[in-house]
């Protein structure tokens, strides 16, 4: 008579000979002898080893019962059936190990682990857990293809490697398959990207937002013509330091650009400045620190304003008094007041002609820009004037970026030159006066940068352009006036 089969089969534990006899269990060898069964109590039973945390059908009927030793059964099958816990060896499988996420510990008991916490398959990797987890691009970029984006710039993949032809791609330092840029990013997310390298780059951060808002001003002011050799004879007029700074309009509660544009500067700086008077002057930092200059004054109440001054040459409020008039009542003002962050620009009166090339001399020796001179008795006109004139060693002008030039030897990888357009259309390159900062971090293209020369060219180019910063007060790029020599004729 035929057995009936244990339902527990192979995780069956119990060795009770009257169970094994009744029950058919595997390893059981079964003879047909009269019909009678053989008598199996005595042999062992051959079950599948347990791990500790794995739980048995059975264990709710009976904890007393000891489980009998168990041999573990291997296969080297490429056939293999599907085992109890649903995992298939092969490349698919758990063998697989090119396709697991190796940045975890493998778990220990592998295919067999029966926890489902989230903190455990967490911290260990299990069957099914592969790299195709990890976040895919927005957009495809696969290996060889190229792709342009706005502003010109092209990107290439190479195997892992993922380049762009933009500066702050090719400034950086680390390994070319650990970088990436703001085009990167674009092009392929954010979040792929933070798994291909491991880390972003640190965004830059936003400049504080001001406590108070002021609205756009409409702002005129007196503006200089060039001294030249048909300019009035000087003697008798009032000269002081041509400061290179950020012009400034104060209205009694914030400073204003040319444009109009407010400045933000902390209450602190502003505190001693008269609310009832209107001033005009110069955000001036020291003589050959305009681009820092201008970093602070585009950077609203930061500590960094504590640098410059608010150096005060005119009284706008006072337009129809003489220049004399307008300079006693901010004496007046600056000796009862003494501000801290301001102070009144020295004039002096012009004696001679030679007097007027001393001083000159002088002042660029000390690394300054030049000279003002101004009428005595003028008015304030809130126009370019005649009544005030700018005198210096060699001629400034505006022009905007519109490329690059690549850079050579310490500085190939970057920009060389800037590629500049002047207000005629005529197009030269500035690489004199760029910083080791500005050579890696050059102007935007559509800046307007404001640069010096020596004369034009028979071209019409600047001979001998020096960089000498980005204009925040202007929109468009601005000749200079030449005049005209016998020769040119």
């Known amino acids: 008579m035929a057995k009936e089969k244990c339902k527990f089969w192979n995780k069956c534990f119990r060795k009770d000979p009257a169970h094994k006899k009744n029950f058919l269990h595997p390893g059981d060898e079964v003879e047909e002898d009269d019909d009678e069964p053989m008598d199996v109590a005595d042999k062992p039973v051959p079950l599948r080893r347990r791990k500790t945390h794995e739980l048995s059908q059975s264990d709710a009927e009976d904890d007393t019962e000891v489980p009998a030793k168990t041999t573990l059964k291997k296969t080297n099958s ?58 895919k691009p927005t957009r495809k970029l696969e290996d060889g293809d190229i792709v342009s984006v706005e502003g010109g710039f092209k990107l290439k993949r190479l195997g892992s490697d993922f380049t762009c032809t933009c500066i702050g791609w090719n400034t950086q330092k680390n390994a070319t398959n650990k970088r990436t840029c703001k085009h990167l990013r674009e092009h392929l997310g954010d979040i792929y990207e933070k798994a291909r390298i491991g880390q972003l780059p640190v965004a830059k951060r936003k400049a504080p937002e001001p406590t108070q808002r002021f609205s756009h001003l409409n702002v005129s002011l007196l503006l200089a013509h060039k001294y030249d050799e048909k300019s009035p004879n000087p003697v008798g007029w009032w000269v002081s330091e041509k400061l290179d700074g950020v012009r400034a309009f104060w209205n009694g509660k914030c400073f204003y650009s040319r444009l109009g544009n407010p400045f933000y ?71 009862e007041n003494t501000p801290q962050y301001a102070e009144l620009v020295k004039q002096t009166k012009c004696t001679s002609k030679q007097q007027l090339e001393d001083d000159l001399k002088k002042i660029i020796a000390l690394g300054g820009e030049g000279l003002m001179i101004r009428e005595p008795k003028s008015k304030y006109e809130r126009k370019r004037s005649k009544t005030l004139l700018k005198l210096k060693k060699f001629y400034d002008a505006e022009a905007v970026v519109v490329g690059y030039d690549p850079g050579k030897g310490r ?52 001979r001998f352009p020096t960089f000498l910063g980005v204009r925040i007060d202007a929109t468009k790029p601005k000749d200079a006036d030449v005049p005209v020599t016998p020769a040119d004729k």
């Open 78 to 135: 490429k056939k293999a059936k599907i085992s109890e816990d649903n995992e298939q060896p092969g490349p698919s499988g758990a063998g697989n190990s090119s396709d697991e996420d190796t940045s975890k510990p493998k778990c220990e008991y592998w295919v067999k682990c029966y926890r489902k916490d989230p903190k455990h398959l967490k911290d260990y990797r299990h069957p099914k857990q592969r790299l195709s987890s990890r976040p």
């Open 265 to 335: 500067a902390p209450k602190w700086f502003t505190k001693d400045l008269p609310k009832d008077m209107h001033l005009d002057g110069e955000l001036f930092g020291g003589r050959k620190k305009f681009q820092s200059t201008v970093s602070i004054v585009k950077t609203p109440e930061c500590d960094n304003w504590k640098k410059i001054k608010y150096s005060v040459f005119d009284a706008p409020y006072m337009e129809k008094e003489t220049f004399e008039k307008r300079q006693e009542a901010l004496r007046e003002y600056f000796d």
């Open 411 to 462: 500085f190939t990888g970057a920009v060389g030159a800037l590629r500049c357009k002047m207000e005629c259309g005529k197009l030269f390159s500035v690489g004199s006066g760029l910083t080791d900062k500005d050579h890696r971090r050059p102007p935007k293209i559509g800046s307007i940068i404001t640069y010096k020369f020596q004369e034009y060219t028979n071209s019409g180019s600047p």
